[in-house]
């Protein structure tokens, strides 16, 4: 580098002279002296400035400054020697233009380089683009904020903005255009755009959701923007950019939830949910300590899914007593009794466990119990049935009955749309859990007990552990093929959250053996919601009309167990409740005293694995189980 730049230097000197005098012939003279003089005082300055420290092809902003630096030192050393002191034989003239040649020849170099290794250094993956150029959509304050924020990322390039407002098309923010919304396609082939950043908070999720479609196709990542406070401060990296949130793959909006609902069994109440570190169990325990319970008891089976929740919900106390002591500080009021410090309580065990988890019961005395644990990966149920139905039907038992001995308020219990016409183990012991908690909710009704029992059926949960939303994106990062059992296939889907949300609402509505059904929208056709994760990644889906796209979705067949399409209701006409999403079924059940000899030919079945006896028994259960004849018990 530095022998490159003495050939720079020499050419500008040859170059100055020549412009000056004239002539074009070889170093004459004094010619040779400042030759020798601009290169003892460039090579020192280049390197005492760390021009040589920085690697060509990552060279930016921050090289090209420090270019401008050394030779605003350069020129003035150079001025005074040879344009005010002066030295015969050289014209004056030539101290100025040779430093102005030099600095275009030094910075142009380095540009050059970077262009040409950073063109041609290797070979990439389309989804494993280093470098993003990138149109904002919004240009409003938020993308303006945001744009500010990136100006001085080199992984980044802003090319324009998008924006709806005819008022603003056409004009420049900061030197950046602002494009229409039409001819998304042609703008960005055009600009070569990777991606697009969402910066539109205001706008509402049909609005999200028209936008994202009109982006499907055009080979470009969709990323929206980081928290606000981070934007607003400028604190913030291209990592803090993230992919699209479940929301915007179902592309509707959730309701919002009635806080009466969610505080009524919460508030001061001591709280007990199974399953705690699953997915569900896991966010059922972030909702429910915002609502400030006065005891959390968290009980999982497994050690680092349970260490995992109870870590994260120790944190996120901390941060609701700071928050609250902060307000009350403010406003100089004393802490009341229900400010007092949530008590987490965290219990290693299984359902199971019919001893251990009665000793939690009579120990903790919960008011309200979230029976969210349960096995319900349908292929391993149907692998392992014995030990699926055990934990399902004969974990939901033991639970159901501690919470009958200890006096338990409400018992609500997740259920799944896989309950329906199962044709599965998983969703054919879930059903006999429902049927479980009918039976022993008429029981209580006649026998003036005082627990409540419910339970609550929904569909997929994207995001969750299994969920094929996640299997996909990992399948995506890895340059696919993306796995689809059938591409007709279809699935009810809700997020995490709205989910969790649900179920508490629907258990303060609770009166006893109440089934609630969770209004999930339209059925996604998985295939579709493959295609956009692919799309909205920034890549094209390899098929027979596009054999040069970058991700192929392979069908694999139906798993034993799987159907084409799920359902939320056994009978008809559901009873709408005060909530828009959360309907009521009215649906058949066994009495108790029926449900308790078939219970009794089930364990007998399990015990002696018994698979004829299995199949038969849970036939005899739920008539409208329809078991898959190729798998085996």
């Excluded at 980044?156 to 924006?163: E, R, T």
């Excluded at 019961?361 to 319900?376: D, G, I, M, Q």
């Excluded at 009955?401 to 599965?424: C, M, Q, W, Y």
């Excluded at 990062?477 to 997020?495: C, D, K, N």
Aim: glycine letters at 8%; one cysteine or more; proline letters at 5%.
């Amino acid at each position: 580098m530095i022998s490159s730049d003495v050939i720079i230097c020499g050419f500008c000197v040859w170059l100055a002279f020549g412009l000056r005098l004239d002539e074009w012939g070889f170093f004459q003279g004094k010619q040779w002296i400042f030759f020798i003089s601009t290169v003892g005082f460039s090579v020192p300055l280049f390197i005492s400035f760390g021009l040589y420290r920085a690697i060509f092809r990552y060279i930016g902003s921050t090289a090209f400054l420090s270019i401008v630096r050394v030779f605003i030192i350069y020129t003035s050393i150079v001025f005074c020697v040879f344009t005010i002191i002066s030295i015969g034989g050289v014209p004056r003239s030539v101290g100025v233009i040779q430093p102005i040649l030099f600095f275009i020849a030094i910075g142009a170099s380095r540009f050059f380089v970077r262009y040409w290794l950073g063109g041609t250094s290797n070979v990439r993956a389309p989804f494993y683009r280093t470098h993003a150029v990138a149109l904002v959509y919004g240009a409003g304050k938020a993308g303006r904020q945001l744009v500010e924020g990136l100006s001085n990322n080199e992984e980044i390039s802003i090319k324009g903005f998008i924006d709806d407002n005819p008022s603003v098309q056409g004009r420049t923010i900061n030197g950046i255009n602002v494009y229409s919304n039409t001819n998304l396609q042609d703008l960005i082939c055009r600009l070569k755009i990777t991606d697009v950043l969402l910066a539109i908070p205001s706008a509402n999720q049909s609005r999200r959701s028209e936008i994202i479609s009109s982006l499907n196709g055009c080979g470009v990542r969709v990323r929206t923007l980081p928290g606000l406070i981070d934007l607003a401060s400028g604190r913030f990296k291209i990592a803090d950019l993230h992919d699209l949130d479940m929301n915007d793959l179902l592309g509707r909006a959730a309701v919002p939830p009635k806080i009466e609902l969610l505080e009524k069994n919460i508030r001061n109440q001591i709280v007990l949910v199974t399953g705690a570190g699953g997915s569900i169990g896991s966010e059922l325990c972030r909702q429910i300590i915002k609502f400030r319970p006065q005891s959390l008891i968290l009980i999982d089976s497994s050690e680092h899914s349970l260490y995992s929740i109870y870590e994260e919900l120790k944190a996120a106390h901390i941060g609701l007593e700071d928050n609250f002591l902060m307000s009350t500080r403010d406003k100089q009021q004393f802490l009341p009794q229900a400010t007092l410090p949530i008590k987490l309580v965290p219990c290693l065990s299984s359902v199971q466990d019919s001893d251990q988890i009665r000793r939690i019961f009579r120990e903790h005395h919960p008011n309200t119990v979230f029976h969210a644990a349960a096995y319900k990966h349908v292929p391993l149920v149907e692998q392992n049935p014995i030990e699926g139905i055990r934990n399902n039907v004969f974990g939901t038992i033991t639970c159901a009955n501690a919470s009958l001995e200890t006096g338990v308020s409400h018992f609500i219990l997740v259920s799944t749309d896989k309950a329906v016409r199962p044709t599965n183990v998983m969703g054919a012991s879930k059903r006999v859990a429902e049927l479980v908690l009918q039976a022993m909710a008429d029981n209580v009704s006649k026998n003036n007990r005082s627990t409540i029992f419910s339970m609550v059926r929904f569909g997929n949960v994207l995001g969750s552990s299994g969920s094929v939303a996640p299997l996909f994106s990992l399948q995506i990062a890895a340059g696919g093929p993306i796995t689809l059992t059938h591409p007709e296939v279809t699935r009810y889907f809700m997020t995490i959250p709205e989910a969790a949300q649900l179920v508490i609402q629907a258990g303060s509505m609770a009166i006893g053996g109440d089934v609630f059904v969770l209004e999930m929208g339209e059925p996604v056709r998985i295939y579709d919601l493959a295609v956009k994760m692919i799309y909205l990644s920034g890549l094209l889906v390899r098929d027979e009309t596009q054999p040069h796209g970058d991700i192929e979705i392979k069908i694999t067949g139906l798993r034993p167990g799987e159907k084409l399409y799920e359902e939320l209701l056994i009978g008809e006409n559901p009873e709408p409740t005060q909530h828009p999403k959360i309907l009521k079924a009215h649906e058949q059940f066994l009495s108790w005293n029926t449900l308790e000899l078939q219970l009794e030919e089930l364990k007998l079945a399990l015990d002696t694995f018994d698979a004829k006896l299995i199949r038969g028994t849970l036939k005899n259960l739920v008539p409208d189980y329809q078991p898959n004849v190729s798998t085996a018990i």
